[in-house]
C-alpha cells in the first residue's frame, strides 16, 4: 500500500524521498562500496554496496510502493531483474511464456537457462482453455506481458493469475510497458513484477536498469539473497537518475499517452496502412479486457504498411522519428521488430506469432504530436512504390 491516495504524488514523495540527515530533498548519490563498521557486527544499516545502498534501496522503496508490492530490487537492467526472478526455479521445471514475449526473455530461456535443464513453452496466455491446457506436472511458473511486444496482444492477467495459482505456478508479470502508472499487476494477482526500467520509467534513453517488486515477504527473502549472490546490482548514480525519472513518469505518460491516441488514430485511417496494434483503439481485440485492468491503452504501437509501400524507404525518410532499438524515452522511436527487437526469436516461431517482415513498431514521444504526424505522413509518402 502506498503512504500516498493518488499516485502522481507517490511518484514526488513515494519511498525514502529525501535525506534525514541533511534535509537535501533529493536522495544523495551515496558513491561507496562499503561502510565503516562500528565494533565487531556493529553495522549501522550498511556493510557492503552490493548487499545495500541507500541510493539504490531508496528507489527500491519507491517502486515497491508504487507497485503496490511488499518489496522492491534494484537490478543493472531489465535482464537482469529477469535473470534473478527466474533463478527461484530448479532443474527440471518448466516455465510457460506468453507468445509475444521480449526477444531478449525469450533469448534468456532458450540459450541460458537451457543450460540448466529450465525448459519453457509458448503458451496462448489470451486464450484461458488453451492456456491451462499447456500447465503440465513440471510448469512452475509463467510470465506474462500485456500488452505484449510487438502485437500489443493483451492478456486477462487476473484471469491468468487465477488459472495459474490453482496449479501452484508463479506469477510474473514484465510490466515495462504500461508502468504502475497504467497498470498495477500485482493488485490483479500477480506474485511478481518485472521491469525494464531502461524505458518508460527511466524515460530520458539514458540509463539501463531494471526492477523486480515482490507481494510477500517470502518471494523477498527469496529475492534478496538472489540478488546479492548473483549480484546484477543497480550502481548508486544510476538509481539516482530512475528516481529522478519516476518523479515525472505521470506528467511524461499523460503526454505519450495522448499522442499515442492521436497516432493510432491517425495511422488506422491512413489508405496506406493495412493494419494497426493499438489497444486503446476500441476496435482493437484487446481493447475491453486493457480497459478493464488498465488505465488506458498505454504508448506502444504497431503497424503494416500496405505490399506496394516499401519499408526501408520508410525508416530512411523519417527525419525526427529516430530508427532505434528501445523505447519510452521522451523522443519518439521507430524499430523493426523482425530484424532488431525480435531477431533473437527464430524465424519459423516469429512467423508463427505473427512478427511479420512488414511490421514497424512506433514508441510515440513527447514532442509536438503535430510534428510527430507530420513526419509519419511524409515518411509513408515517400516510401510509395510507383
Ligand atoms: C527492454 C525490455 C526488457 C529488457 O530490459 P533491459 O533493460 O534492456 O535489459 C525486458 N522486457 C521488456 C518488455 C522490454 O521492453
Known amino acids: 500500500m502506498s503512504q500516498f491516495a493518488h499516485i502522481n504524488t507517490a511518484l514526488i514523495h513515494g519511498g525514502i524521498s529525501n535525506d534525514a540527515r541533511t534535509g537535501a530533498v533529493n536522495v544523495p548519490i551515496y558513491q561507496t562500496s562499503t561502510y565503516q563498521q562500528d565494533g565487531l557486527g556493529k553495522m549501522r544499516g550498511y556493510e557492503y554496496s552490493r548487499t545495500g545502498n541507500p541510493t539504490r534501496e531508496a528507489l527500491e522503496a519507491l517502486i515497491a510502493e508504487l507497485e503496490e508490492g511488499y518489496a522492491g530490487f534494484a537490478f543493472a537492467s531489465g535482464m537482469a531483474a529477469i535473470t534473478a526472478v527466474l533463478s527461484l526455479l530448479h532443474a527440471g521445471d518448466k516455465v510457460l511464456i506468453s507468445s509475444n514475449v521480449y526477444g531478449g526473455t525469450f533469448r534468456l530461456l532458450a540459450q541460458v537457462f537451457d543450460h540448466f535443464s529450465i525448459s519453457y513453452e509458448i503458451a496462448d496466455t489470451t486464450d484461458a482453455v488453451k492456456y491451462e491446457a499447456a500447465i503440465s506436472e513440471d510448469v512452475k511458473a509463467v510470465i506474462i506481458e500485456s500488452p505484449a ?131 486503446g483503439l476500441t476496435t482493437d481485440p484487446g481493447f475491453a479486457v486493457n480497459q478493464q485492468q488498465a488505465k488506458n491503452g498505454g504508448v506502444m504501437i504497431s503497424f503494416e504498411l500496405h505490399e506496394n509501400y516499401n519499408i526501408e524507404t520508410f525508416f530512411e525518410s523519417l527525419k525526427l522519428i529516430m530508427l532505434a532499438e528501445s523505447l519510452g524515452g521522451v523522443e519518439s522511436l521507430v524499430c523493426h521488430p523482425s530484424t532488431m527487437t525480435h531477431a533473437s526469436i527464430p524465424e519459423d516461431i516469429r512467423k508463427q506469432v505473427g512478427i511479420t517482415d512488414g511490421l514497424i513498431r512506433l514508441s510515440t514521444g513527447i514532442e509536438d504530436i503535430r510534428d510527430i504526424l507530420d513526419d509519419l505522413g511524409q515518411a509513408i509518402e515517400q516510401s510509395e512504390v510507383k
Not at 490483479?188 to 524505458?199: N, Y
Not at 531494471?210 to 544510476?238: C, H, R
Open 149 to 279: 511486444n510487438p502485437l500489443m496482444t493483451v492478456t486477462d492477467i487476473r484471469l491468468i493469475a487465477d488459472i495459474s495459482h490453482k496449479h501452484d505456478l508463479l506469477v510474473i508479470v514484465d510490466n515495462t510497458f504500461m508502468t504502475p502508472y497504467l497498470q498495477k499487476p500485482l493488485t490483479l494477482g500477480a506474485d511478481i513484477v518485472v521491469h525494464s526500467a531502461t524505458k518508460y520509467l527511466g524515460g530520458h534513453s539514458d540509463v539501463v536498469a531494471g526492477l523486480a517488486v515482490v507481494k510477500d515477504e517470502k518471494l523477498a527473502k527469496q529475492i534478496a539473497f538472489i540478488q546479492n549472490s548473483t549480484g546484477g546490482v543497480l550502481p548508486p548514480f544510476d538509481s539516482f537518475l530512475l528516481i529522478r525519472g519516476i518523479k515525472t513518469l505521470g506528467a511524461r505518460m499523460d503526454r505519450h499517452v495522448s499522442n499515442a491516441r492521436q497516432a493510432a488514430e491517425f495511422l488506422q485511417n491512413h489508405p496506406a496502412v493495412k493494419n494497426v496494434y493499438y489497444p
